[in-house]
């Protein structure tokens, strides 16, 4: 009886052993490494961090690019997925065909999409062919920070949206249609019936989905690193200047605190804002 109990706790033990050492010593090391200066403990680091040139500027671009990318994901993977519960035949190629960016790593994300928007870029041509503009155009340097934010934004967009859009249709796939079918009986409109009971049994995919795409946003490096350089600097990449550009481990290590902080707080927000009460499914 005893080993029937402790059979859960085996099966288990593989995983947490492989996360103490993989992710909880580094994380100890690394907040160790924030709050230690000179072998003392203090908040020095951080308010070097804090006093960075670019530290305003780098906070804000993080929750801008999050705020405008994460939405915009969410609504296009929910309106994708709802049009897929529709279509009868090549269903699954067309499922391929928008999971193709999800294939393609970040740099190289970043790396297509400035090619199209240098000033030697496919942009620039095709306007120029136009008559649009009389000649190349300089969108991605810091005297036109509004065009360079969009593009990081569109280039992030297209490239992660297909993670939201996967979970969200692993999650229409499961609902019973029992619900809808009752709805339409009673004479509920499709919009109504989507808003009433579709959205509400999508709960948990949606929860899962925008947690895990607002962590990873907060994330985001190589795409904007790719496009933007050092003239849109992000949490992350910043973190990155301080360690190899500067060499100073310490407030890299409070890049990463910070990142991890608020990466924590995102979540708790969507899991109170999406929480089901109790008695619901979800």
């Known amino acids: 009886m005893q080993n029937v109990k402790a059979l859960p706790y085996l099966l288990v033990a593989p995983a947490g052993f492989f996360l103490v050492v993989l992710f909880g010593v580094p994380l100890m090391q690394t907040v160790a490494l924030a709050f230690q200066t000179h072998g003392a403990w203090s908040f020095a680091n951080f308010a070097r961090m804090a006093d960075d040139l670019n530290f305003q500027d780098t906070v804000i671009n993080s929750f801008r690019l999050v705020a405008v990318a994460v939405p915009v994901q969410f ?10 519960r529709h279509v009868q035949r090549g269903r699954d190629i067309v499922l391929w065909i928008w999971s193709i960016p999800l294939g393609i790593s970040d740099l190289a994300a970043g790396v297509v999409w400035l090619a199209i928007l240098t000033d030697q870029g496919y942009l620039n041509s095709v306007l120029y062919h136009l008559g649009v503009i009389d000649g190349p155009q300089s969108w991605l340097t810091y005297e036109t920070p509004t065009v360079l934010f969009v593009g990081i934004a569109v280039a992030e967009i297209w490239r992660a949206t297909a993670i939201v859009l996967l979970i969200l249709v692993a999650g229409v796939q499961v609902l019973p249609k029992e619900y ?17 009971v579709t959205l509400p049994l999508l709960k948990p995919s949606i929860q899962t989905a925008l ?24 949490l992350v990449s910043q ?32 899991m109170v804002a999406l929480r089901s009460p109790s008695g619901e499914p979800g």
């Open 211 to 234: 947690i895990l795409r607002t962590v990873l946003a907060f994330e985001a490096f190589a795409v904007v690193l790719a496009i933007g350089g050092r003239n849109f600097p992000v």
């Open 75 to 84: 609504l296009l993977a929910l309106g994708m997925a709802m049009m897929l």
């Open 180 to 196: 809808g079918e009752a709805a339409a009986v009673f004479g509920a409109s499709p919009w109504r019936g989507f808003v009433s």
């Open 239 to 270: 973190a990155f200047a301080w360690q190899y550009n500067n060499q100073n481990y310490s407030v890299a290590a409070c890049y990463a605190v910070l990142v991890m902080l608020v990466s924590l707080a995102a979540t708790l927000v969507v």
